[in-house]
Nanobody, 129 residues
Framework: QELLVESGGGLVQAGGSLRLSCVASTFTFRTYSMGWFRQAPGKEREFVAAINGIIGLRGATYYADFVKGRFTISRDNAKNTVYLQMSSLKPEDTAVYYC???????????????????WGKGTLVTVSS
């Protein structure tokens, strides 16, 4: 059973925008911190952005330096969904984007250390030049 399902990927021109969505099932979504990673061809998976749940720093966000000012992470607890709004996209943003979640606490260290409970299967984002 898939617990995290991403959508919204596709082909976009450089400078364009996309919004990714990740729908979660079978766990108490609002208590989980949620985030996004990406993996470009031939490269290792890297952290993109994360948002905390309602425990601790409620709704706090954390971003990789390379997306600050371009990407925004948000969540809708009523819909069990986390979003990644991506703007000013660059060809180097081309990657498979993965959603991840965790309820172990220690936000955002759990994301920076890749110690997460659930992972989605990813959605491909291709940015053409």
């Amino acid at each position: 059973q898939e617990l995290l399902v991403e959508s919204g990927g596709g082909l976009v021109q450089a400078g364009g925008s996309l919004r990714l969505s990740c729908v979660a099932s079978t766990f108490t979504f609002r208590t989980y911190s949620m985030g996004w990673f990406r993996q470009a061809p031939g490269k290792e998976r890297e952290f993109v952005a994360a948002i905390n749940g309602i425990i601790g720093l409620r709704g706090a966000t954390y971003y990789a330096d390379f997306v600050k000012g371009r990407f925004t992470i948000s969540r809708d607890n009523a819909k069990n969904t986390v979003y990644l709004q991506m703007s000013s996209l660059k060809p180097e943003d081309t990657a498979v984007y993965y959603c991840a979640s965790d309820n172990s606490g220690g936000f955002p260290r759990n994301f920076l250390d890749y110690e997460l409970r659930y992972w989605g299967k990813g959605t491909l984002v291709t940015v053409s030049s």
